[in-house]
């Protein structure tokens, strides 16, 4: 089992910029895939971008350019660096954590975009 515990959302105006993080624990397997995903009231969670243990990355369309995914495998550690930020962007955004036993998801921390 794995454990995911996320950290750096709040409240931004447009234009700005905020680094979400994600720890995982427990059972870490060396083959795995940490994703960011987001989700608005009504709407399908969306993939957001992500990273491999090998440090492969892949990034929605909507946010290529302005996010990038990086990740600290000794710390078992993801980022999401988010700049140019706009209303669009609000939700609330969930690590996911992928390996051979399945998915793990984090509690979620809610990103909000003013204008």
């Known amino acids: 089992q794995v454990q995911l515990v996320e950290s750096g959302g709040g409240l931004v105006q447009a234009g700005g910029s905020l680094t979400l993080s994600c720890a995982a624990s427990?059972?870490?397997?060396?083959?795995?895939?940490m994703d960011w995903y987001r989700q608005t009231p009504g709407k399908q969670r969306e993939l957001v971008a992500r990273?491999?243990?090998?440090?492969?990355?892949n990034y929605a369309d909507s946010v290529k350019g302005r996010f990038t995914i990086s990740r600290d495998n000794a710390k078992n550690t993801g980022f999401l660096q988010m700049n140019s930020l706009n209303p669009g962007d609000t939700a609330v955004y969930y690590c996911?954590?992928?390996?051979?036993?399945?998915?793990?998801w984090g509690q979620g921390t809610q990103v909000t975009v003013s204008s």
């Open positions: 427990g059972s870490i397997l060396l083959i795995n895939a």
């Open positions: 996911n954590w992928k390996d051979i036993r399945g998915d793990y």
């Open positions: 990273i491999t243990s090998l440090g492969t990355t």
